[in-house]
């Protein structure tokens, strides 16, 4: 069984400022971990993943995941957040499950920007 | 050039009826998936085909019942409808290969039932 805790429903940020949101995952086998994000009425995009090597990874837009296997978690991070960052904002962990992969998605965080 | 493609984007029908929503992918992804979505955002996935092959069936009420004609279509009908599955219902595909690639998404319909 694999399960995914976002511990923030709803993070307000003043606009420049840095974020971090957090994630937390079990799983009793190995996982591929990923962030997804969704802009205002759209559909969830992929905004990075960690698969394995480097436990920092980056996306394009100035986002970064640090995978920390010791405390089980993938918190996304931003030093400084734009208004257009506005949105919500899924962990993912991925395995294969039956010859399948199965996804287990966070309840999801809610980054509002202030201006 | 849209990946994964729904139709129709907004839906609003009474308590009752019976209607459908359509899903294409043009990535050449084996796998397809619906997921439901509620108003606080959380993501429930109902169903998953495999090459036309049923995967995943979720708990889910018998009114829906997916469809899936070829691996690049994914059809989700439902009968009777009721005040509770209004909802955005998100089409997702994937290539069960790459996992690795994570899923792509659809843009969504937005089910209103009065």
């Known amino acids: 069984a694999q399960s995914v805790t976002q511990l923030d429903s709803q993070v307000p940020v003043f606009e420049e400022a840095p974020v971090e949101l957090r994630c937390n995952y079990s799983?009793?086998?190995?996982?591929?971990l990923f962030w997804y994000v969704q802009y205002p009425n759209q559909g969830l995009q992929l905004l990075l993943k960690?698969?394995?090597?480097?436990?920092l990874v980056e996306s394009i837009n100035g986002f970064e995941a640090e995978f920390n296997k010791s405390q089980t978690s993938f918190h996304l991070r931003k030093p400084s957040v734009h208004i257009s960052d506005t949105a919500e904002y899924f962990c993912a962990v991925s395995r294969y499950s039956g010859g399948y992969q199965k996804v287990t998605f966070g309840t999801g965080t809610k980054l509002q920007v202030i201006p | 050039d849209t990946a994964v493609s729904q139709t129709p984007k907004y839906l609003v029908t009474q308590m009752g009826n019976d209607k459908s929503i359509k899903c294409e992918q043009n990535l050449g992804h084996d796998t397809m998936y619906w997921y439901k979505q509620d108003s606080k955002k959380f993501l429930k996935i109902m169903f998953s085909?495999?090459?036309?092959?049923?995967?995943i069936n979720e708990t889910v009420p018998n009114r829906f019942s997916p469809k899936s004609p070829d691996k690049a279509h994914l059809n989700l009908h439902i009968n009777s409808l009721e005040l509770g599955d209004s909802a955005v219902y998100f089409c997702?595909?994937?290539?069960?290969?790459?996992?690795?690639?994570?899923?792509?998404f659809g843009s969504g319909t937005r089910l209103t039932v009065v």
């Open positions: 799983s009793s086998v190995s996982v591929y």
């Open positions: 997702a595909s994937s290539q069960v290969a790459s996992m690795s690639d994570g899923y792509t």
């Open positions: 085909y495999n090459n036309k092959e049923l995967i």
């Open positions: 960690y698969l394995s090597g480097s436990t």
